[in-house]
């Protein structure tokens, strides 16, 4: 089981900034890799960034060093900090977390918090 909660998003406007975190909870410890995928209208899904329990980190090259994935164990809790964001950042954002039974990827599984959506628009 697994219950994840994500907050932060909102609507900002080119070249500002947003913080999105993370919180997991039921029985589902320990968690290996944490991350976040973005949703566009056609629902397609593409890895944003991700975080290992080893704290090795994944960014999708569309983020071009403009968001940091960060974590915080002990709090079971994923942030991203996103900077200089552009209309073409727009989408729903989706908490993505690997727990037991492991998926055997490194940097996703298969668990989905329900998104938070950012826009980025004057």
């Known amino acids: 089981q697994v219950h994840l909660a994500e907050s932060g998003g909102g609507l900002v406007q080119p070249g500002g900034s947003l913080r999105l975190s993370c919180v997991a909870s039921g029985n589902i410890f320990p968690i290996n890799s944490m991350g976040w995928y973005r949703q566009t209208p056609e629902k397609s899904r593409d890895l944003v960034a991700a975080i290992t329990r080893g704290g090795a980190t994944k960014y999708g090259d569309f983020v071009k060093g403009r968001f940091t994935i960060s974590r915080d164990s002990a709090k079971d809790t994923v942030y991203l900090q996103m900077n200089s964001l552009k209309p073409e950042d727009t989408a729903v954002y989706l908490c993505?977390?690997?727990?037991?039974?492991?998926?055997?990827?490194?940097?996703?599984?298969?668990?989905w918090g329900e998104g938070t959506q950012v826009t980025v628009s004057s």
């Open positions: 993505n977390a690997d727990a037991p039974p492991y998926s055997g990827d490194e940097y996703s599984g298969d668990y």
